[in-house]
């Protein structure tokens, strides 16, 4: 009974924690990320821990403050493309979205960022641990040590352990170069 209560603490905490950005502008937050740090233990992961990679989406707002993100992630069947729709919320920073792995509702909040250079990202299922991840994004595919670092110290104050997170290796070809540069020619109205 103990051990439930205290972890029950601990969930309603990694909610209580997580605020999103002030006065988040999602048209500066638009276009290309590189997800190079993830923090997540549930158990279902850990056996791909070392199969993880840096991966790169799009993130283009919708005229109905709605965005589509989407991602090209390596599996072991090759470069794959996703698109995700969160859906706007009525606080600014935080959107919704249907995960089709865990079949629930996500919360996704962007918890801080400069715009210009990285951005700090929490998914997570309120009151349910085991769903939530906590991403950091460059808009390049490395940052500054102290930023790796503030993204390590935001994770374990939210309760992940150091081994739960990663800064995986760059993906090879992935995204296909062309599915690269015709992103670039989208948004250069090519």
């Not at 988040?24 to 992961?45: C, E, K, M, T």
């Not at 600014?92 to 996704?108: E, I, L, P, W």
């Not at 808009?139 to 930023?147: G, M, S, T």
Request: glycine share 6%; proline share 4%; net charge positive.
């Amino acid at each position: 009974m103990k051990v439930t209560i205290f972890l029950l603490m601990i969930l309603k905490e990694v909610h209580a924690n997580v605020q999103p950005q002030k006065n988040f502008d999602l048209q500066r937050f638009a276009g290309r990320w590189y997800r190079i740090g993830l923090a997540y233990d549930s158990p279902g992961f850990v056996p791909h821990r070392s199969k993880v990679t840096i991966s790169m989406g799009t993130v283009e707002p919708q005229d109905n403050g709605n965005v589509n993100m989407t991602m090209w992630s390596l599996t072991s069947s090759g470069c794959k493309q996703k698109i995700y729709i969160y859906e706007k919320t009525s606080v600014s920073g935080v959107f919704n979205y249907y995960s089709t792995r865990h079949r629930r509702m996500k919360d996704v909040t962007v918890v801080e960022t400069n715009y210009s250079e990285y951005a700090m990202v929490v998914k997570h299922k309120k009151m349910n641990k085991e769903y939530t991840q906590v991403s950091l994004y460059g808009r390049a595919k490395k940052l500054k040590a102290d930023l790796m670092e503030k993204f390590r110290a935001y994770a374990t104050a939210l309760g992940f352990s150091k081994e739960s997170i990663l800064t995986p290796p760059t993906a090879r070809n992935c995204p296909p170069k062309e599915a690269s540069q015709s992103f670039i020619q989208v948004k250069a109205g090519y």
